[in-house]
C-alpha cells in the first residue's frame, strides 16, 4: 500500500464529565453508583413547569480548564436547546451551547518521538448529561428497556480539537494529556470505562503536502486509549484503500467494533439529525466577569510540568521518575506524603514505580482506590530502613499482606514473627548449634580455607528462615570461629 | 345575600375581623359553583372537600396570612401537588402534579384556599377555550359566547362569583383578553416578576402568571403576593415589589397618554371603538395630555409572535412523550411508534398545528429567515415602546378588537389568532399591561381597556386604572 503518501488528518471530541456535587442545572446529587432513579427531581426528570437554574461551580471548572488551555473565555455565552427524541432525554432537547460557547480557540502542547507539536482546541461547551437506557441485564430485558435518570443533568464539557492531528499515537498522546490536565485540576476524573471521560474522533486522509481537507468520517464508541488508536489505525487504512481503488469516502458516523477490530457505518437512520437549536429561552446568558476569572486563577493547582521539575529539584529524584509519579495528581501527592514521613524519597520512589503501580495496573485501580495508605507505606520504608526487618521479607510477604488486610506493616512484623533478628544472643546460640552440626566445615575453616564461612553463614540464615541479620551473622560467626584458634 | 359578591378585597378584611368563617364563604362559593358551572363550565376540577377541610383549618388558625379563607381559583396550567393538573390536554389528563407552582406556594403561605382548577385552551393555545380537549367553558354574560382564552375558565369563573379571584397565564393576551371579554380586570405583569417555576411552559421567553379580578384593588393585592424574585426560575427579577394597594391610592401626577393613530383601529368592532374614544375623553377632563402615537412594529408583531411562540412550544412540549408520565399509547412496538401514537392522540389539533410552525420555523435552512428574523422584530418592538415610554407614561389600547364573540365564529385559526392584536406585543416586549373593563355593548357585553406601561410600572398601572375604574363605575352596572 502507498500509505507513506497519505496522511490522516484528525480531530478528537471529548466529553468530560465534571466533579460538581450536584447536577448542572439542579440540586441533585451527582454520586456514582446511587439506585436507580434515586437522585431525581422535577428538573432532571423533565416535569411539567420545572425550570433550569445553572451551577456556579460548573462554570467555575469550565473556566479553570479554558485558563489551562490558554482559550478566549467569554463574557458573554448563551444556553441553546438541543433538539431530538431519545427516552432517555426528558425534555426532548438537550441543554447545550452552540452559537455562543463558553470559550473558544484555546491550544494544547503535545510531544511525541521528541517532537513538540502544538494541536488546537475550537472550542469548549457547557452541557447537560442525558440519562441512560438499560438494554440489558433485567429480567424482562427482551421485551422492555429500562430507564436510569440519575445521570440526567450531570454537568458536561464537550471539549471540541481541531482537525491538527496526524497519526493516532499523536491523537493517544493528545487525550492522555488531556485526562492529566482534567485530573489535575480535579474537574473530572477521567474514568473512560465508567465513561466519565467520552471520545469521538473524525479522520479524514490527504496526500502529504497538500492543505485541503478530504472527506471525513466520525468514529464513536471509543472508551480506551487502545481502541481510540485501534480505530484511528484501522480507518486511516481503510480511507487510504478507498482512495487508491479510486472510490470515495462516504461521510457518515462510523461505530468502532472492539470484538471485530473495525469500524462499521451506523445505520444512516441514526445520524440524521436536525437539531433545531436555539437560545434556551429558562436561562439567561451567562456573564463571566473578569474578577471572576481571576478568582478561578487564584485556585489554579501546580500544572502537570511544574510539579515535574520541584519534585526533580525538592526529592532529588530520576526525570523518569518524575515523569511518572506525574502522570495523576493523587500519585504525586501519594509519592510526596510517602517521601515526606519516611525521609527518603528514593526509596518511596522505588516502591510506588514497583510495587505500587504494578498493583494498580493488576487491579485495575486508581491510586484513590490504592488499600495502602501513604502513612503505612512510609512505615515499611522505615523498618526496612532500621533494619527491623529485611527487604525481601518486606517485597514478599508484610506488603502483599499489607494489601491483603489493611494492617500496619509493624503489626504483620510482629505477629507473624517476619522480624530480623537482630539479638546477638539468639543468634550466638543459633551459631553454636550450626558449628556443632558440622564439624568439618568448622576443621576446614581452622585450616585457613575462608570460603566456608559463607556456607556456614548460609546455614544460621536457613536455620532462622532467613530473619537473621545477615552482617550480624556475618559478624558474630567470625568472631565465634577465631575463638577456636 | 351570598359571600360571593364580595370582592376579594372586601372579604379578606371581613375575614380578617372574623366577621364571617372561612367555611361559609367556601361553602357559599361550593354552591354557588354547584349552580352554575353545570352551564358555564369553568372548572376542569373543583376541589370541594378539600375546600372545606382547609377552610376548618383555617377558621381555628390564629396566626393567619392576608389571604386567610378566600377561595382562589388556577388555571389547569399551574402545578398543585396531589391535585391533577391537565393543561386541558388529554396528554396530561391524569397527571397528579408531584410539586406546587412557587405561586401556588406563595398564596398558600397566605392562607388562600383553591377551590379548583379551570378550564383553558389546551396548553394555554387559544383565545376562546374551544381548544380544551375537554369542553368549552361559555361566557356567564352570554352563554352562547366564547369566555375568551386561554385563561376562559379563570375568567369565567370569577366573573360568575364561583371564586373570588383566579390566576391566568398570559403568553400573547391569554389574561387580558379573557378578562375584557368578560368584564374583570387582568394583569400581565413585566416578564420576571412573578416565578413562572411550576407553569406549564408554552413559550417561556413570554409566558407570565397573572390575576384576574373583579377590582383593580383586588389584582394589586394579588400581584404583591404572587410576585418577587425567585431562585428556582432563572428569568425571574430580584425588582422590589412595592405596596401596590397603597401606592395606587396616591393622587395620579403625571398623566401623559399615548393613544393608537387612526389606522390602528381599522376594522375593529365598532362599538369598541366608540368606548375607546369615550374613555380617552373622560381622561382628557381628568386632566391627562394625550399624545396620538403610531407604531408600525405592530404591523409584524402577531407575525413575529406566531414565529417565536410556536419555537419554543415545539421544543417545550417534546418532553410529552409517554415515556415518564401522562398519556402514553401502550399499543407499539418501537420507541418512535410510541412517540407517534401518544403524541398524535394525545394532543389536540391547534397544539399540533403549532409544534409543525414552531419546528419549521426552527429547522436548519429555515432558521435564519424565520426565527431570527423574528428575534430581531422582537427588538425592534421593544425599542418602539421604549422610544414611547420617552415621551409618555402610559400607551392606551383597546385590549380586544371586538368583544366576546359567538361560540364556534373562529373555525379560521388566522381569524383566531386576530384576536390578540392588541395584545401580544406587550408580551413580546416583556412589559407590564392590564386590562379594565370600561363599558358595555349595546348587547351587554363588557368592553375592556388596555394600559400598557413600561418596565416593572404595575404601580402606576394600577393608579391609572383604579382612577378610572372609579369614573367608569363599572361594576355598578353589573
Ligand atoms: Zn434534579
Redesign the interface.
Known amino acids: 500500500m502507498m500509505s507513506q503518501f497519505y496522511e490522516p488528518v484528525i480531530g478528537l471530541e471529548i466529553h468530560a464529565q465534571l466533579l460538581t456535587k450536584t447536577k448542572l442545572f439542579c440540586g441533585c446529587s451527582t454520586q456514582y453508583g446511587s439506585p436507580q432513579n434515586s437522585l431525581v427531581c422535577?428538573v432532571c426528570?423533565?416535569?411539567?413547569?420545572?425550570?433550569?437554574?445553572?451551577n456556579e461551580e460548573a462554570v467555575r471548572m469550565a473556566v479553570k480548564l479554558a485558563l489551562v488551555i490558554n482559550a478566549k473565555i467569554h463574557t458573554h455565552s448563551v444556553f441553546a436547546?438541543k433538539?431530538y427524541?431519545?427516552?432517555d432525554l426528558?425534555?426532548?432537547?438537550q441543554i447545550t451551547q452552540f452559537h455562543f460557547p463558553i470559550a473558544t480557540e484555546g491550544a494544547l502542547e503535545i510531544e511525541v518521538n521528541d517532537i513538540k507539536k502544538t494541536i488546537g482546541i475550537e472550542r469548549i461547551n457547557l452541557e447537560e448529561d442525558a440519562g441512560k437506557s438499560i438494554h440489558e441485564g433485567m429480567e424482562d430485558s427482551s421485551e422492555k428497556?429500562y430507564?436510569d435518570f440519575n445521570r440526567s443533568g450531570v454537568p458536561l464539557l464537550e471539549i471540541v480539537g481541531k482537525p491538527e492531528i496526524n497519526s493516532p499515537d499523536e491523537a493517544v498522546e493528545f487525550l492522555q494529556l488531556f485526562r492529566t490536565i482534567l485530573q489535575y485540576l480535579e474537574i473530572c476524573d477521567g474514568n473512560m470505562e465508567e465513561g466519565s471521560l467520552r471520545c469521538d474522533a473524525n479522520l479524514s486522509i490527504r496526500k502529504k503536502g497538500v492543505t485541503e481537507l478530504g472527506v471525513k468520517t466520525e468514529i464513536k464508541n471509543l472508551n480506551s486509549f487502545r481502541f481510540l488508536h485501534k480505530a484511528l489505525e484501522f480507518e486511516t487504512q481503510r480511507q487510504i484503500k478507498l482512495l487508491e481503488d479510486g472510490k470515495a469516502v462516504r461521510h457518515e458516523t462510523r461505530l468502532w467494533d472492539s470484538r471485530r477490530g473495525e469500524t462499521r457505518p451506523m445505520r444512516s437512520k441514526e445520524e440524521a439529525h436536525?437539531y433545531?437549536?436555539?437560545p434556551e429561552?429558562?436561562?439567561?446568558p451567562l456573564i463571566i466577569t473578569e474578577e471572576f476569572i481571576s478568582q478561578v486563577k487564584e485556585t489554579l493547582p501546580e500544572s502537570p510540568q511544574e510539579k515535574r521539575a520541584r519534585l526533580i529539584e525538592e526529592y532529588q529524584i530520576p526525570v523518569y521518575d518524575a515523569k511518572v509519579l506525574t502522570s495523576s495528581r493523587r500519585l504525586a501527592d501519594f509519592f510526596e506524603h510517602t517521601a515526606r514521613i519516611c525521609q527518603n524519597p528514593k526509596q518511596a520512589s522505588n516502591w510506588i514505580m514497583r510495587e505500587v503501580l504494578q498493583y494498580l495496573k493488576e487491579a485495575n485501580i486508581s491510586i484513590d482506590q490504592f488499600p495502602i495508605q501513604a502513612e503505612d507505606l512510609a512505615e515499611l520504608i522505615l523498618l526496612i530502613e532500621k533494619k527491623e526487618t529485611s527487604l525481601r521479607l518486606a517485597k514478599e510477604e508484610i506488603f502483599p499482606e499489607m494489601l491483603q488486610t489493611n494492617k500496619k506493616a509493624s503489626d504483620i512484623v510482629k505477629i507473624k514473627g517476619l522480624g530480623q533478628i537482630s539479638d546477638e544472643q539468639k543468634i550466638k546460640a543459633i551459631i553454636h548449634q550450626v558449628i556443632e552440626n558440622n564439624p568439618t566445615p568448622l576443621k576446614q575453616y581452622l585450616e585457613g580455607k575462608q570460603q566456608v564461612l559463607g556456607f556456614l553463614v548460609g546455614q544460621v540464615m536457613k536455620e532462622t528462615k532467613g530473619k537473621a541479620n545477615p552482617q550480624l551473622v556475618k559478624k558474630t560467626l567470625t568472631s565465634i570461629l577465631n575463638s577456636y584458634k | 345575600m351570598s359571600l360571593t359578591s364580595f370582592t376579594l378585597s372586601e372579604l379578606c378584611s371581613l375575614l380578617e375581623t372574623r366577621k364571617i368563617k372561612a367555611e361559609e364563604v367556601v361553602t357559599d362559593y361550593l354552591k354557588e359553583i354547584e349552580e352554575k358551572d353545570k352551564k358555564i363550565s369553568a372548572y376542569i376540577t373543583v376541589l370541594g372537600d378539600l375546600a372545606l377541610e382547609k377552610a376548618k383549618i383555617i377558621d381555628q388558625k390564629k396566626e393567619r396570612g392576608i389571604l386567610a379563607g378566600v377561595p382562589l381559583a388556577l388555571k389547569d396550567n399551574l402545578l398543585t401537588k396531589g391535585v391533577r393538573t391537565t393543561c386541558a390536554s388529554r396528554i396530561l389528563q391524569n397527571f397528579i402534579a408531584p410539586y406546587n407552582a412557587t405561586v401556588v406556594e406563595k398564596l398558600e403561605k397566605e392562607d388562600a384556599i383553591i377551590i379548583g382548577k379551570t378550564n383553558m385552551d389546551e396548553f394555554a393555545m387559544g383565545s376562546s377555550t374551544e381548544n380544551s380537549a375537554f369542553f368549552t367553558t361559555k361566557n356567564p354574560w352570554d352563554l352562547k359566547r366564547v369566555p375568551g382564552g386561554s385563561s376562559g375558565g379563570s375568567a369565567a369563573a370569577v366573573a360568575s362569583n364561583m371564586a373570588a379571584a383566579s390566576l391566568g397565564s398570559d403568553t400573547g393576551g391569554s389574561i387580558r383578553q379573557p378578562a375584557a371579554l368578560c368584564g374583570l380586570v387582568g394583569l400581565k405583569p413585566t416578564y420576571g416578576l412573578v416565578s413562572r417555576y411550576g407553569l406549564v411552559a408554552f413559550a417561556s421567553s413570554l409566558d407570565q402568571i397573572g390575576p384576574l379580578t373583579r377590582t383593580v384593588e383586588d389584582c394589586a393585592v394579588l400581584t404583591k403576593i404572587i410576585g418577587g424574585f425567585d431562585a428556582k426560575d432563572s428569568t425571574s427579577s430580584c425588582e422590589p415589589i412595592p405596596d401596590y394597594q397603597k401606592e395606587m391610592m396616591k393622587k395620579l401626577q403625571s398623566l401623559k397618554i399615548a393613544f393608537l393613530q387612526e389606522n390602528m383601529l381599522e376594522g375593529i368592532d365598532e362599538g369598541v371603538k366608540e368606548m375607546y374614544y369615550h374613555t380617552l375623553k373622560l381622561l382628557e377632563q381628568m386632566g391627562a395630555e394625550l399624545y396620538e402615537m403610531d407604531f408600525p412594529s405592530w404591523d409584524y408583531a402577531l407575525a413575529c409572535y406566531y414565529i417565536i411562540a410556536p419555537s419554543e412550544a415545539s421544543s417545550n412540549l417534546a418532553r410529552y412523550d409517554g415515556v415518564r408520565y401522562g398519556y402514553r399509547q401502550t399499543n407499539s412496538q418501537t420507541f418512535k411508534e410510541m412517540y407517534v401514537k401518544t403524541r398524535t392522540e394525545g394532543f389536540g389539533p391547534e397544539v399540533k398545528r403549532r409544534i409543525l410552525l414552531g419546528t419549521f420555523a426552527l429547522s436548519s435552512g429555515y432558521y435564519d429567515a424565520y426565527y431570527v428574523k423574528a428575534a430581531k422584530t422582537r427588538r425592534l418592538i421593544t425599542q418602539e415602546f421604549m422610544e414611547a415610554f420617552n415621551k409618555v407614561d402610559y400607551i392606551l389600547t383597546p385590549t380586544t378588537p371586538e368583544p366576546a364573540f359567538l361560540i364556534g365564529a373562529k373555525e379560521d385559526p388566522i381569524a383566531m389568532y386576530l384576536s390578540d392584536k392588541f395584545t401580544v406585543s406587550a408580551n413580546l416586549a416583556g412589559i407590564p399591561a392590564l386590562s379594565l373593563p370600561v363599558g358595555w355593548t349595546e348587547e351587554g357585553l363588557p368592553i375592556g381597556l388596555q394600559i400598557i406601561g413600561n418596565f416593572f410600572q404595575e404601580s402606576r398601572l394600577f393608579k391609572l386604572a383604579f382612577a378610572i375604574e372609579k369614573k367608569v363605575k363599572f361594576r355598578k352596572q353589573n
Open positions: 422535577p426528570f423533565g416535569l411539567p413547569g420545572a425550570l433550569p437554574v445553572l436547546r433538539n427524541f431519545y427516552p426528558p425534555k426532548g432537547y428497556t430507564l436536525d433545531r437549536y436555539f429561552p429558562d436561562l439567561p
